[in-house]
């Protein structure tokens, strides 16, 4: 008796195929989903910056302790540090850009009850006085128009003041690391000065 023969099983393909249009709407999918991401996170760094310089043009206008009083956290209280001291002169108040922030990010030098300059650094743009600071716009002297002799002087006292405060965290901290951080754009932005 011959055997009959076996006839092989039909090879099965270990991939699944997935036609060109599939994966040309599921490309689509993740391009539409991405834009919109990043559409929604610059529709939120605009809100975050106009609310910002709103906050800065407002500095200028507010003794100590109106500052104190426009300043304040989530749970009613200040939300402004001083250093050296409040009652020092002149003196540099330490504020974050929003109530809910805890990291500093605004610096008014106050001398007497008057804001005399002010510097902003913060991840979504850096100003000192009305001038917003741009690295890339301005090589030269990272704001729009040089500094003047008097806005010089302030930034040369902003800078030990910003010193002092950067000596009291740990240099293990994330305060000092920021706070150090802060302190070496005031120094470039003041190099830079004609």
């Not at 929003?98 to 804001?115: S, T």
């Not at 040089?146 to 994330?174: W, Y």
């Amino acid at each position: 008796m011959n055997p009959t023969p076996t006839q092989p099983a039909p090879e099965v393909d270990p991939k699944p195929h997935v036609s060109g249009r599939v994966w040309a709407l599921i490309v689509l999918l993740v391009l539409l989903a991405g834009g919109g991401m990043i559409y929604n996170w610059n529709w939120q760094m605009r809100g975050e910056r106009a609310r910002l310089t709103e906050r800065l043009a407002a500095i200028p206008t507010l003794d100590r302790e109106a500052l104190e009083a426009a300043w304040l956290n989530r749970d009613g209280l200040p939300n402004v540090s001083w250093t050296p001291d409040p009652q020092a002169d002149p003196v540099l108040a330490v504020m974050p850009r929003a109530p809910h922030m805890k990291v500093d990010a605004i610096y008014a030098l106050y001398r007497g009850h008057r804001a005399t300059a002010i510097l902003a650094i913060s991840p979504i743009g850096g100003w000192f006085g009305d001038q917003r600071i741009d690295i890339r716009q301005h090589p030269e002297t990272m704001v729009a128009r040089p500094l003047d002799a008097i806005e010089q002087a302030e930034l040369d006292t902003m800078i030990g003041l910003i010193e002092a405060r950067r000596d009291r965290f740990d240099p293990e901290s994330k305060e000092y690391g920021w706070t150090d951080h802060v302190l070496n754009q005031a120094r470039r932005l003041r190099e830079l000065q004609p």
